[in-house]
């Protein structure tokens, strides 16, 4: 018997048009935990997917200890021990944990039995997690605890995990890395996907680098620096962002005392948030999700309206006035979810650009659209942002995540907005991508626009604000300079330890 | 095993002849249909399809009636489209047809006798304002009470219909009728009636309406910025509030622009080929029309040739009914089958089949 758990011989898968993954093999052994790199769309996604029998190969074959494997759904690869934990969380809001983690098992054991076998797991890997809380009321970070237990009780001997770390605060990304660190001691291989290089050296043994759909190389990721191992990522050496030593002007936008009522069943209220952005300045929100991320940017772009004299804009208040009036005015934003929000999906990049830019590009007249023009606007942004993508003809729901985030931060960084409110600008995009749009947000603070960025990313956090404020609850901590601040201290402010407020399970 | 895969966007080629094979499938299933009920099916398919266009003795008859039944079904449809778009889903356009006819009516019989040119006019602006009032009622609940415009513009259609019974044998009765339910007959009354503007073509002035009405929807809808919202509202509700879009004033500019366009459609028919207010004058063009938005693919011109379609249907049906005795509900059933087929074949845009072999573990 050999240590190799999983073999992977010259996959091969290509859709129409793209060829996601090129003869691509590797090995993991057992008891690894493996990295799997890769840019936006070099095919780690759809690598998994066939391990995980959602998408079945062209060509090559794969053998998980020994024996063929070859899932035609994730049924079957799960009874083989192939457990997934999945960027985007399949739970229901309105269900309990233990509820949750039945709907998504073959044969859930009954209710009480289950309840008590999820403390046994969640207390032996230090996952703590009550079972019986509702699900819309859990952090990300625990949403995610659910879904690992809910693999952990399958007792997989493989489990993947794609970008897990993106939603968790500091000190949760620890707990993970305990977690994990503990089921590898036990045996257990771990496929690792994620863009963050320290990340990786700091957990994983070994690195498989993918680009383009191939393997371009596997390293040991304690011995290779993160910038060598984005290189090979890349296929070229991409800028660190440059340092900031901006001259602040004028206070553009004024927030003054603003409160937002809950909206919805699960939405945060805004809680009396108050602050001021300067001409130049790049001001950083941290905090964990569902803390009001989105509430807030949705009542700076006037998607909701607040009481009035809450908002003003270069002095003027714009509290009531909604997203065309504040956009004119020079306040543009750009939402987390790229799909549905941001963007529509079955509408192709020309008609979203124009769902942004038609009045401050001129992109009408006399109410016609003029769809030539809309057009070049679209090919700048995509050619500026460099998007993956055949043209701008292309359906938003066709591209990648990480391209499509490129089109929509490009789509309002290139109508030079005086002030810009901007959520999660790089989530899910690759690193070259990523530090090319916070140059871009550099870029714009430095020609004197005023930034918000709003994000989960401590490390991009701290690259590019100016001043750091934490929203909690739906309160916002005072803004303070960054060079003031450490990690630990920031990990407080934005209430890291509401991550650990459950560890006590009841009984 | 047979699975359906989304596609990465949807299919042009599927959007265009879904449609087309959407009639082929209604008249392959018709025909069979017609077989079973002792009909030839080649000789329904062609009573209903070919005859009354070409057949030597009815065509005189029919090829007029092609487009004073299309009039109505395209005006409406074009209408109905735009709030669909949106995903405002009017379906009392009937209801609508009905007020716009009464209140179009009315507001000439008001006039009655003036031979007055700006008779016709006024009926035309009161047909549109009855019928924009009437979904008015279903916009307003909704926008402010949160109401669900399906149920509530459905079941004003059942108040129209008790309204038009009132007014046909009570108001708008005919004073010189003998009693007899039913308006003055506007055919006789030069200034108020929609006469044929070309002899021996159908051509009204409901179906010049139309036909201003599909090109304006297909400018509207692919180069007006308010129609790009409406198209964007539909697609992504939150999307276009974040672009700036007033709910609101999406699902009250819909159903109002609907609800006028179907009573115009009912103005034109009362006072042109129905020539009067009566009971019954409603013929279903309403509900109708919903079949022609959707088999028109909620485009204007495909609306256009839908209409033309399903006007071909009903005076197809009407021949072989007479000519070989079939049973209206089969001809009723035959229009039906187009909608369900559409809908079928219409999966394939945004989906495709795969075939996956059964492979041993």
């Known amino acids: 018997m050999s240590d190799t758990l999983l073999s992977i011989r010259g996959l091969t898968k290509a859709y129409p048009g793209v060829v996601a993954n090129d003869d691509v093999s590797f090995d993991i052994q057992k008891g690894e935990i493996h990295a799997l790199l890769g840019e936006n769309g070099a095919g780690k996604s759809t690598l998994v997917k066939m391990i995980y029998g959602l998408v079945a190969p062209d060509k090559g074959d794969m053998s998980f200890d020994g024996a063929t494997h070859a899932p035609s759904k994730p049924s079957e690869a799960r009874q083989a021990g192939v457990a997934m934990v999945f960027q985007h969380f399949s739970l229901f809001d309105a269900l309990n944990v233990a509820e949750n983690v039945a709907l998504g098992m073959e044969n859930p054991p009954a209710p009480r039995d289950l309840a008590k076998r999820i403390r046994e797991v969640s207390e032996l890997y230090g996952l703590p997690l009550d079972p019986a809380r509702m699900v819309g009321t859990l952090s990300a970070g625990e949403r995610q605890r659910v879904e690992i237990i809910r693999c952990l009780l399958q007792d997989p001997r493989l489990l993947i995990m794609d970008e897990p770390t993106s939603v968790l605060t500091p000190q949760e990304v620890e707990i993970l890395f305990e977690t994990l660190r503990k089921l590898k001691a036990e045996g257990t291989s771990i496929l690792y996907i994620s863009h963050k290089l320290e990340e990786i050296r700091a957990l994983c043994d070994h690195a498989t680098i993918l680009r383009h759909g191939k393997n371009v190389g596997t390293c040991i990721p304690a011995d290779s620096t993160a910038r060598e191992m984005a290189e090979m990522m890349v296929g070229s050496s991409f800028a660190t962002p440059a340092a900031h030593d901006r001259d602040l002007g004028d206070v553009l936008l004024d927030v003054t005392g603003l409160s937002l009522p809950q909206q919805g069943d699960f939405g945060t209220p805004l809680r009396d948030i108050s602050f001021q952005l300067r001409a130049g300045e790049v001001l950083g929100f941290g905090g964990v999700a569902g803390n009001g991320q989105d509430e807030l940017l949705m009542a700076l772009s006037g998607e909701y309206l607040t009481e009035a004299g809450s908002v003003a804009l270069k002095g003027a208040d714009v509290s009531r006035h909604g997203p065309s009036a504040r956009r004119n005015a020079g306040l543009l934003s750009a939402p987390e979810e790229r799909l549905g929000h941001a963007a529509a999906p079955d509408m192709s990049l020309t008609e979203n650009g124009v769902l942004t830019a038609a009045d401050r590009q001129n992109l009408t007249s006399n109410g016609l659209i003029n769809w030539g023009k809309a057009q070049d606007f679209a090919e700048t942004v995509i050619k500026a942002f460099d998007v993956r993508t055949p043209g701008p003809h292309v359906a938003a729901r066709a591209l990648s995540g990480g391209n499509l985030q490129k089109y929509v931060v490009g789509r309002e960084i290139l109508q030079d907005p005086e002030v810009l409110v901007i959520n999660q600008p790089t989530w899910g995009v690759d690193a070259a991508a990523a530090a090319s749009i916070r140059q871009a947000l550099l870029d714009l603070a430095a020609k004197g626009a005023a930034i918000v960025v709003i994000s989960q990313d401590l490390d991009e956090l701290m690259e590019i604000s100016d001043r750091f404020g934490a929203l909690n609850e739906g309160r916002l901590s005072a803004p303070r300079p960054v060079t003031e601040l450490d990690m630990e201290q920031i990990g407080l402010m934005m209430g890291g330890a509401h991550g650990m407020e459950v560890a006590h399970v009841e009984h | ?361």
């Open chain 2, 1 to 361: 095993m047979i699975r359906l895969e989304k596609r990465p966007q949807p299919s042009k080629a599927w959007t265009t002849f879904s449609p087309l094979l959407a009639v082929l499938l209604t008249m392959v299933v018709g025909g069979l249909l017609f077989g079973m009920l002792g009909a030839s099916p080649f000789e329904a398919i062609r009573t209903i399809f070919w005859d009354p266009l070409f057949h030597p003795n009815f065509a005189a008859y029919s090829r007029p009636q092609l487009l004073v039944k299309a009039g109505p079904l395209i005006l409406i449809a074009i209408g109905l489209s735009i709030g669909f778009k949106a995903g405002i889903w009017n379906i009392g356009a009937e209801g609508q047809y009905i007020m716009g006819a009464i209140c179009g009516a009315g507001a000439g019989l008001a006039f009655y006798p003036s031979e007055s040119p700006l008779i016709f006019p006024l009926m035309i602006f009161a047909g549109l304002a009855g019928g924009w009032a009437w979904a008015m009622i279903p916009a307003v609940l909704k926008t402010r009470l949160g109401t669900n415009e399906i149920l509530v513009s459905l079941m004003l259609v059942y108040v129209a219909e008790t309204i038009l019974a009132s007014a046909a044998s009570g108001f708008l009765r005919n004073p010189e009728g003998m009693g007899f339910p039913g308006s003055r007959n506007f055919k006789e009354w030069g200034a108020a009636h929609n006469g044929e503007l070309i002899a021996n073509t159908g051509m009204h002035w409901g179906v010049v309406a139309a036909l201003i009405a599909v090109i304006a929807a297909y400018v509207f809808l692919s180069r007006h910025i308010q129609g790009f919202n409406v198209r964007l509202t539909g697609e992504a509700p939150r999307a276009a509030r974040f672009a700036g879009v007033n709910p609101t004033r999406v699902v009250l500019f819909c159903l109002g622009l609907s609800g006028a366009l179907a009573g115009a459609a009912g103005m034109f028919e009362a006072t042109g080929p129905a020539g009067q207010i009566s009971i019954d004058f409603n013929a279903g063009y309403g509900f109708t029309a919903i079949i022609v938005a959707f088999l028109g693919r909620l485009n204007p011109v495909g609306i256009l040739l839908a209409g033309l379609l399903m006007a071909l249907t009903y005076i197809g049906g009407e021949l072989a009914q007479l000519m070989l005795s079939l049973p209206g509900a089969a001809i009723q059933l035959f229009q039906g089958m187009l909608l369900f087929f559409l809908l079928a074949t219409d999966v394939f845009t945004n989906y495709r089949i795969r075939l996956s072999r059964k492979e041993a573990a």
